[in-house]
């Protein structure tokens, strides 16, 4: 501090701008660029969710000549492609709850309530940007994937499979539609629980130990009540052929979407009642 | 300026603040004055709206600080608690909150500048120093050129020339017409740059008057005095509601009547009188006298409002 004048004057603000939704997205998308760990977690991620079905292709092709025939027909060519989603998911998962808990674990929550103090408009600028983030991430990382897999397991004609043929695309998109909304769910937990371990666990109860946990039901009530857990409505937007007790693609997104909805109204309605 | 109307926080059954009514007027430096836990950055915060409060309001410049459509061109706000993400650079921390209301990039250079942070200003954050991470608090205070500036212990942490720089902003800000409403637990600290005080003790109000009037009300009716014949002095000044101590070198306290009346009570009975000097109570000690009380609450209290 070299200047010790008299008085300090601070320089005059020519420009007085008013907050605006557009602004809090640009906001929201320094802060999320800003912190080191985030950025490399997200490229991380992105490679992760290739490197997987390469590794696995490479594993398949080499086997496959001592595979035995039942081995043989386990194996699906989208279910190599798509190998990576699995990590995927929850390290956006991870970094999604980290994107608001981080925020009151450090305390900056109090300047990002200070600068908007109408709250809303930070839950609904942190959703965007993380959906837009992951998702330009994500359709380059499958896309990447299944013709990465294709390439290499392309001597091996039963585990060829063409892009256009019915329900592929949707499913190797899907899968990237399904991260994003795995995001924007992981997020608003991490905004009602506002605590990075309790988040990440809530998020792992939900998504990891509840489906196990179905199978102490009995079969009836587990095949009625499975394919309507977020995870498995969840997984059905990827998966290309349909499954005894699941639900179709549609519905299946349809049921996680609302669970993500769901998610979001009770973030947003304890975001603006609680103190901070 | 700031308005508060009856308000009061309570935390399950602890009540942080209790009851407060008060104005914060522009142009001058208003000290917020009241020991460790008495509840300045629980009303600091019902202020900002981070917390709501229990009873009572709480406006800025003549609205909540919600409903102003560009909140940081009216309150400039430094926290005592950390309000910065640790693994964000300096630099970032400012411009994200400039973006929120279009401010360009140029005053977040200019605030790092201002502030003395330019060397550090693309470090993380946790790497900071306390001294450092107050100077970032006071930039983020003025990033939206506020007409009402707050700031909770702004001098915390700081070396001497930071404190010194530290009173001549609040000063220089207040001399602009801003309103400027500063806490601290040392009354030291506000005698040299607050015009006014606020002091709350328990959450509640215990004075809000000018400094000048502060000292005045706190300070007990001293004075000392020194005589040839003190004996005969203490006979004839001895009375209702008087009382005496005695002072150094001989001298005596007496408490409860002005230099007028121990001047005019010496002379009826022709005594010597070597020395008559009013003792003005420091405002620390005028501080304590007030909140005497307070003090033994604040440990409890500190929990509560942490």
């Known amino acids: ?276 | 300026m700031i308005e508060a109307r009856d308000l009061t926080k309570d935390y399950g059954s602890k009540r942080a603040v209790d009851g407060l009514s008060f104005t914060v007027q522009p142009g001058i430096v208003t000290g917020f004055l009241g020991p460790n836990g008495s509840g300045k950055s629980t009303t600091m915060r019902l202020i900002l709206g981070l917390d709501r409060p229990t009873r009572g309001d709480v406006t800025v410049n003549g609205r909540h600080y919600r409903d102003h459509p560009a909140p940081l061109h009216e309150v400039g706000a430094l926290l005592e608690a950390r309000s910065v993400h640790t693994g964000r650079s300096a630099y970032n921390h400012l411009l994200a909150l400039a973006q929120t209301h279009g401010i360009p990039k140029r005053r977040v250079s200019d605030l790092i500048d201002l502030v003395g942070l330019h060397e550090v200003a693309r470090k993380r954050t946790g790497q900071f120093s306390l001294g450092m991470g107050q100077r970032l608090g006071i930039a983020a205070a003025l990033v939206g050129d506020p007409k009402t500036v707050m700031l909770d212990e702004p001098v915390n942490g700081l070396d001497p020339e930071g404190i010194h720089w530290v009173r001549n902003l609040l000063k220089g800000l207040a001399a602009e017409g801003r309103t400027v409403f500063v806490s601290s637990h040392l009354m030291s600290e506000m005698a040299l740059t607050a015009d006014h005080l606020i002091v709350i003790g328990r959450g509640k109000l215990i004075a809000d008057m000018s400094v000048d009037d502060f000292v005045a009300r706190a300070s007990q009716k001293v004075v000392l005095i020194r005589s040839p014949e003190l004996e005969r002095l203490r006979d004839a000044l001895d009375g209702p509601g008087v009382s005496f101590e005695p002072g150094e070198r001989r001298a005596l306290e007496v408490h409860g009547l002005t230099p007028e009346q121990i001047g005019d009570a010496a002379a009826g009975a022709g005594i010597v009188l070597h020395e008559l000097t009013p003792q003005q109570a420091s405002l620390e000690e005028a501080f304590m006298n007030l909140t005497r009380d307070e003090i033994e609450f604040a440990t409890e209290m500190e929990e509560v409002v942490a």
């Open chain 1, 1 to 276: 501090m070299s200047a010790v004048t008299p008085t300090v004057r601070i320089p005059r603000l020519d420009v007085t701008g008013r907050i605006a939704f557009h602004r809090v997205l640009v906001s929201e998308w320094t802060k999320l660029r800003s912190v080191r760990s985030t950025k490399w977690s997200l490229v991380a991620g992105f490679l992760l969710t290739i490197a997987f079905p390469v590794i696995f292709s490479f594993v398949t092709r080499s086997h496959w000549g001592s595979m035995s025939p039942s081995d043989r027909a386990g194996r699906h060519p989208l279910d190599i492609a798509l190998a990576g989603v699995n990590v995927a998911q929850l390290a956006v998962a991870v970094l999604g709850v980290l994107l608001i808990s981080a925020e009151y674990s450090t305390g900056s929550i109090r300047s990002t309530f200070i600068a908007v103090p109408k709250r809303l408009p930070v839950l609904w600028a942190k959703l965007l940007d993380y959906a837009v983030v992951s998702f330009v991430l994500m359709v380059p990382a499958v896309l990447a994937s299944f013709f990465a897999s294709q390439a290499i397991l392309h001597n091996i004609q039963r585990l060829q499979i063409s892009f256009t043929q019915p329900g592929v695309a949707r499913a190797v998109i899907g899968s990237a539609v399904y991260v994003v909304l795995v995001g924007i769910f992981a997020l608003s937990i991490g905004a009602i629980v506002r605590n990075t371990a309790g988040g990440i666990a809530t998020f792992a109860a939900i998504f990891f130990v509840l489906p196990p946990l179905m199978f102490t039901l009995p079969t009836s009530w587990n095949n009625a009540i499975s394919q309507y857990l977020p995870s498995e409505a969840g997984r059905q937007i990827f998966a290309l052929h349909h499954a005894a007790h699941t639900l179709t693609p549609l519905t299946g997104g349809l049921v996680f979407v609302a669970y993500c909805v769901a998610a979001i109204v009770i973030a947003a309605v304890l975001l603006v009642r609680r103190d901070v």
